[in-house]
């Protein structure tokens, strides 16, 4: 199994920035293929924000394109998602998840715990 450890959401006013960080763990070897984030608000979906793969081609929701930076480490064991400009409407639980194979599995996607990101007016 892998683990993924989110850390860095808090609260910050809008015009403000953020970094959040996701880091992979796992008892065995593992490869992921790509990796990104999530985010749910209150009362509404999951949806998409950002990915980016091992190759370090990066995909944005449109809302996001401009203001928040996903990257990467050398390992591809973690990855950052830079927030810049935050407005309210961003507010949400982001989750990270990559598509990971391990040595005994086949590539799955697996989910952190979630990190509260606030954006106060």
């Known amino acids: 199994q892998v683990q993924l450890v989110e850390s860095g959401g808090g609260l910050v006013q809008a015009g403000g920035s953020l970094s959040l960080s996701c880091t992979a763990s796992s008892r065995s070897i593992f490869r992921a293929s790509s990796m990104g984030w999530y985010r749910q608000a209150p009362g509404k979906q999951r949806e998409f924000v950002a990915d980016?793969?091992?190759?370090?081609?990066?995909n944005y929701e449109d809302s996001v394109k401009g203001r928040f930076t996903i990257s990467k480490d050398s390992a591809f064991e973690t990855v950052w998602l830079q927030m810049a400009n935050l407005k309210p409407e961003d507010t949400a639980v982001y989750f990270c998840?990559?598509?990971?194979?391990?040595?005994?599995?086949?590539?799955?996607?697996?989910w952190g715990q979630g990190t509260q990101v606030t954006v106060s007016q």
């Open positions: 980016i793969t091992s190759t370090g081609s990066t």
């Open positions: 998840t990559g598509m990971i194979r391990t040595a005994v599995y086949n590539a799955r996607a697996y």
